[in-house]
């Protein structure tokens, strides 16, 4: 499986945008990307997923750089409640199961 | 949306006991189901996947004869640890995947186990 980087943790303030990195350089073309969060002791929750465009949806937006070796997850005002561990996982499609690495750990303050 | 459900969310049980875990999608039926467990401070570790009708298939390191996994419907998946000892205690997730969909998986909320 090809793996995803993302930095250990990053901190933002409340309502401000926040934008997590995510590198794949070894992604195949018939990968996609996606983002889940896992809030404490929750199961993780999707975020958002894509192939080769941008992708909007009410909770994120990503970001797909033309070469898809890198995305970037945009979250546009960060609240208390986005404070959350977020995988960027790379898949062909559900039929596969997961590979969680150890994500981005996103602390908000207020 | 669609959902998964886990029951029981938290048990504790002596060191010996079998405990079943049970995982429903609600709401779709679920081809493929899979069980992690995520251990404090750590990332999810797949422990098995589960075809409907089939046996199911385990990661390397993880004890198919420990971990009983039965996936007999397309609603429902049941993971059994046998003899539990303390070192299983662990928080246990599962995920399903809707027939013929090729975006995304659900989660259930997780089950934590403490065996004493």
């Known amino acids: 499986d090809a793996k995803t980087t993302q930095p250990n943790s990053m901190e933002s303030n409340e309502e401000e945008p926040v934008h997590l990195p995510c590198n794949h350089s070894?992604?195949?073309?018939?990968?996609?990307i996606h983002w889940y969060r896992q809030l404490p002791s929750q199961g993780p929750e999707y975020v958002i997923h894509?192939?080769?465009s941008n992708v909007n949806n009410r909770m994120a937006s990503l970001a797909i750089a033309e070469d898809r070796k890198s995305s970037t997850l945009i979250l546009h005002r960060a609240t208390l409640r986005d404070a959350a561990v977020y995988y960027c996982i790379l898949s062909r499609n559900s039929g596969y199961a997961l590979n969680f690495g150890k994500g981005t750990s996103l602390l908000v303050t207020p | 949306g669609a959902v998964v459900s886990q029951h029981p969310s938290w048990v504790i049980c002596k060191s010996g006991t079998s405990v079943k875990i049970e995982c429903r999608s609600l709401d779709f039926q679920a081809t493929t189901m899979f069980w992690y467990r995520q251990f404090p401070k750590q990332s999810l570790m797949l422990m098995a996947t589960s075809n409907e009708g089939s046996k199911a298939t385990y990661e390397q390191g993880v004890e198919k004869d420990k971990f009983l996994i039965n996936h007999a419907s397309l609603t429902l998946s049941t993971l059994t640890v046998t003899s539990a000892h303390p070192e299983d205690s662990s928080f246990y997730i599962c995920?399903?995947?809707?027939?013929?969909?090729?975006?995304?998986?659900?989660f259930g909320p997780g089950t934590r186990l403490t065996v004493l």
């Open positions: 070894t992604i195949s073309g018939t990968d996609y």
């Open positions: 995920s399903a995947s809707a027939a013929g969909a090729t975006d995304t998986q659900y």
């Open positions: 894509g192939l080769t």
